[in-house]
């Protein structure tokens, strides 16, 4: 018997088991990839841009949503890159079993007796190998579509129920922790779908026909089903019932922990992109006075991923007088005037109350330059031309100081993270 076999289908035409969606599938990742390798970082931008504008009880319910979308959007950007691959390996065995329709002449390749035993039941005949390829890339396809869109639509469920609990809440006069409240949303909406599912599957069997728990499980596959959050879609299931649902559950999970993981460590960075390298012996000065910070200078400053701090127009002021601005920083500043501005908060709306509290704001934020307190500081509110953000700015007069360094300290709003950790004020240092 010949180690080549004789073709089992005309080489110039695809396999009759081709998937017929091919072509589809090509054309969609083809157009798709592109937008989607750059939906992850319009993302991060759009969180950058949104964050310092939140409230801490908001911010901490954009952090996980923002984490699911990134996820999603990586899983789409993946899927649609290896998709393009696998089908552009199946193309070039389509068009290599064309051009060598007789196969892979074993007998000409110089190897051993084992390997090519082995290779040969590992490659099987041509018409095998396309369908593999074939197949692999369709699966690839519809796996990476099927989890994205699951995180997409979970995403979009638990907003719309927090939207709605809070807004009860709310009418009732209640004041609650929304972080805690989302992640309550969040986890009621797994622990229902996932615990239905085992429920039905260890105990559906001695549920009584027409009973409550019955009618109950009825309804949460139903309407889960309904908006695409069941724990089975129909690829799912396609998946499971023709493999190892074990070894595909796992592959899922495993999945899911890297990417979360990667988009969440992803996000630390682009907070601190110091931590991420061998930086762990560079000098860092206690006080910051010694420390050069990009996002202390205007002209130098990344106003959409750089922190929220106060800020001058260059390192090297030329004319008469330093404009120093001082951005509102809600997760920080908030607090701190709940606290310490009782008496402006108690004064009705209107240009008094406004008046008092840009007062108090001054005492909070308060200034001093070359260690000596600027008591005669005017502040004006302003803001950030841009971020569009509101500020506080002052114009600091420096036509009678010395040629040579300087440092201007900025206080931190009292009991924010940075005071807690001893670095209670922004130190800005600049040259005449």
Same mark, same amino acid.
């Given at each position: 018997?010949?180690?080549?076999?004789?073709?089992?289908?005309?080489? %110039?035409?695809?396999?009759?088991?081709?998937?017929?969606?091919?072509?589809?599938?090509?054309?969609?990742?083809?157009?798709?990839?592109?937008?989607?390798? /750059?939906?992850?970082?319009?993302?991060?931008?759009?969180?950058?841009?949104?964050?310092?504008?939140?409230?801490?009880?908001?911010?901490?319910?954009?952090?996980?949503?923002?984490?699911?979308?990134?996820?999603?959007?990586?899983?789409?950007?993946?899927?649609?890159?290896?998709?393009?691959?696998?089908?552009?390996?199946?193309?070039?065995?389509?068009?290599?079993? =064309?051009?060598?329709?007789?196969?892979?002449?074993?007998?000409?390749? !110089?190897?051993?007796?084992?390997? *090519?035993?082995?290779?040969?039941?590992?490659?099987?005949?041509?018409?095998?190998?396309?369908?593999?390829?074939?197949? !692999?890339?369709?699966?690839?396809?519809?796996?990476?579509?099927?989890?994205? #869109?699951?995180?997409?639509?979970?995403?979009?469920?638990?907003?719309?129920?927090?939207?709605?609990?809070?807004?009860?809440?709310?009418?009732?006069?209640?004041?609650?922790?929304?972080?805690?409240?989302?992640?309550?949303?969040?986890?009621?909406?797994?622990?229902?779908?996932?615990?239905?599912?085992?429920?039905?599957?260890?105990?559906?069997?001695?549920?009584?026909?027409?009973?409550?728990?019955? !009618?109950?499980?009825?309804?949460?596959?139903?309407?889960?089903?309904?908006?695409?959050?069941?724990?089975? =879609?129909?690829?799912?299931?396609?998946?499971?019932?023709?493999?190892?649902? *074990?070894?595909?559950?796992?592959?899922?999970?495993?999945?899911?922990?890297?990417?979360?993981?990667?988009? #969440?460590?992803?996000?630390?960075?682009? +907070? +601190?992109?110091? /931590?991420?390298?061998?930086?762990?012996?560079?000098? *860092?000065?206690?006080?910051?006075?010694?420390?050069?910070?990009?996002?202390?200078?205007? %002209?130098?400053?990344?106003?959409?991923?750089?922190?929220?701090?106060?800020?001058?127009?260059?390192?090297?002021?030329?004319?008469?007088?330093?404009?120093?601005?001082?951005?509102?920083?809600?997760? /920080?500043?908030?607090?701190?005037?709940?606290?310490?501005?009782?008496?402006?908060?108690?004064?009705?709306?209107?240009?008094?109350?406004?008046?008092?509290?840009?007062?108090?704001?001054?005492?909070?934020?308060?200034?001093?330059?070359?260690? +000596?307190?600027?008591?005669?500081?005017?502040?004006?509110?302003?803001?950030?031309? !841009?971020?569009?953000?509101?500020?506080?700015?002052?114009?600091?007069?420096?036509?009678?100081?010395?040629?040579?360094?300087?440092?201007?300290?900025?206080?931190?709003?009292?009991?924010?993270?940075?005071?807690?950790?001893?670095?209670?004020?922004?130190?800005?240092?600049?040259?005449?």
């Amino acid at each position: 018997m010949s180690d080549s076999a004789a073709p089992s289908h005309d080489p %110039d035409q695809l396999p009759k088991h081709t998937t017929p969606t091919w072509e589809v599938e090509l054309l969609i990742s083809g157009v798709a990839v592109f937008a989607m390798l /750059q939906l992850p970082g319009w993302l991060d931008n759009q969180l950058f841009a949104l964050l310092p504008r939140l409230s801490t009880d908001l911010a901490g319910v954009a952090l996980p949503l923002y984490i699911y979308l990134k996820t999603a959007a990586v899983i789409l950007a993946v899927t649609f890159a290896l998709h393009l691959l696998l089908r552009a390996h199946w193309i070039a065995l389509v068009g290599m079993h =064309s051009v060598y329709p007789d196969g892979v002449l074993w007998e000409k390749l !110089r190897m051993g007796p084992v390997q *090519r035993e082995i290779d040969q039941h590992r490659h099987g005949s041509a018409a095998d190998s396309i369908e593999r390829a074939d197949n !692999r890339a369709t699966v690839v396809f519809a796996i990476g579509v099927m989890l994205a #869109t699951k995180l997409l639509i979970i995403s979009l469920v638990v907003a719309v129920t927090f939207a709605l609990v809070m807004a009860g809440l709310t009418l009732a006069g209640l004041r609650v922790d929304m972080f805690l409240v989302f992640s309550l949303c969040l986890a009621t909406l797994i622990l229902l779908l996932f615990g239905a599912h085992e429920i039905d599957r260890w105990f559906g069997a001695r549920l009584r026909e027409g009973g409550a728990a019955r !009618r109950g499980l009825a309804v949460i596959f139903r309407y889960s089903g309904l908006f695409g959050i069941s724990y089975r =879609s129909e690829v799912m299931s396609l998946l499971a019932s023709h493999s190892n649902e *074990r070894r595909i559950n796992r592959l899922i999970l495993v999945v899911f922990a890297v990417l979360f993981t990667v988009v #969440t460590f992803g996000l630390n960075s682009m +907070k +601190k992109p110091l /931590q991420a390298g061998s930086y762990g012996l560079f000098p *860092r000065s206690v006080d910051d006075s010694r420390t050069l910070r990009s996002n202390y200078y205007d %002209d130098q400053r990344d106003p959409l991923h750089g922190p929220t701090t106060p800020f001058v127009q260059s390192a090297v002021i030329d004319g008469p007088y330093l404009r120093l601005t001082v951005p509102y920083q809600p997760q /920080q500043d908030a607090p701190a005037i709940v606290h310490h501005c009782t008496a402006a908060l108690a004064l009705p709306e209107g240009d008094a109350r406004g008046d008092a509290l840009l007062e108090c704001l001054v005492r909070l934020r308060a200034v001093s330059l070359d260690g +000596k307190p600027l008591t005669t500081l005017h502040y004006d509110v302003g803001s950030d031309p !841009r971020t569009r953000r509101p500020a506080l700015q002052a114009m600091i007069d420096v036509r009678s100081l010395a040629s040579g360094r300087h440092v201007l300290r900025v206080e931190r709003a009292p009991g924010n993270d940075g005071a807690t950790k001893g670095n209670n004020a922004d130190m800005i240092v600049f040259w005449r």
